[in-house]
């Protein structure tokens, strides 16, 4: 099946600082590409959809000035979380869906930890 | 919101088959059904989709009930390793996002 990567797959970072992740499709375009965010013993929830070329499109509650999306090209999409809180830590998953297949796939998802 | 319901939890013997029942009720007709699973920390894995037909690959195979209101993932001959948070989730064929519910937590024992 196709293939998502993300990268890292963890990272710590002080509060108030910037982090970085970036999302993949290893051997597929995707013009579209989706960020979901995990927290504990909950399920995923959608806050984004990337598309290339084009703004980005956040879900209701999200803070697009905090939650920086960019899809540059048709294989990567990042998302950035600016001035990064505690309450900002979290589980960061990607997906996309490729042309012509109708299921989705998933990256490995992105541990946030704000210290 | 999500558009299914399921049951929070099941438990399944290993090498016994894992039945995880699905309602989709207010389906439409252009939607799959779509399964995933997420076994902890780790991304959704995809496992099966179905429009009206039932399907079978190499992990499970997925009912689908002739009015589209209700499904079941078969998982034929459990293991330890499918311990996982299973989502049952309705889409369609476009580029839109899939939107998870809270899923069913099979934990499968020896």
């Known amino acids: 099946g196709a293939v998502v990567s993300q990268h890292p797959s963890r990272v710590i970072c002080k509060s108030g600082t910037s982090v970085k992740i970036e999302c993949r499709s290893l051997?597929?375009?995707?013009?579209?590409m989706f960020w979901y965010r995990q927290f504990p013993k909950q399920s995923l929830m959608l806050m984004a959809t990337s598309n290339e070329g084009s703004k980005a499109t956040y879900e209701q509650g999200v803070e697009k000035d905090k939650f920086l999306i960019n899809h540059a090209s048709l294989t990567l999409s990042t998302l950035t979380v600016t001035s990064a809180h505690p309450e900002d830590s979290s589980f960061y998953i990607c997906?996309?869906?490729?042309?012509?297949?109708?299921?989705?796939?998933f990256g490995q998802g992105t541990r946030l930890t704000v210290v | 919101d999500a558009k299914t319901t399921q049951p929070p939890s099941m438990d399944c013997a290993e090498g016994r088959a894992a039945n995880l029942p699905c309602n989709h009720s207010?389906?439409?007709?252009?939607?799959?059904v779509y399964w995933y699973r997420q076994i902890h920390s780790q991304g959704p894995q995809y496992i099966i989709h179905g429009l009206k037909n039932n399907e079978t690959n190499e992990m499970a195979s997925l009912i689908i009930t002739e009015d589209r209101k209700s499904s079941t993932l078969i998982l034929p001959h459990a293991t330890l390793r499918d311990t996982a948070v299973y989502y049952c989730?309705?889409?369609?064929?476009?580029?839109?996002?899939?939107?998870f519910g809270k899923g069913t937590t099979l934990s499968v024992s020896s």
């Open positions: 051997d597929f375009q995707a013009t579209t």
């Open positions: 997906s996309a869906r490729r042309t012509g297949l109708t299921e989705a796939f």
């Open positions: 207010t389906i439409s007709g252009n939607e799959y």
């Open positions: 989730i309705v889409g369609n064929q476009a580029g839109t996002a899939l939107i």
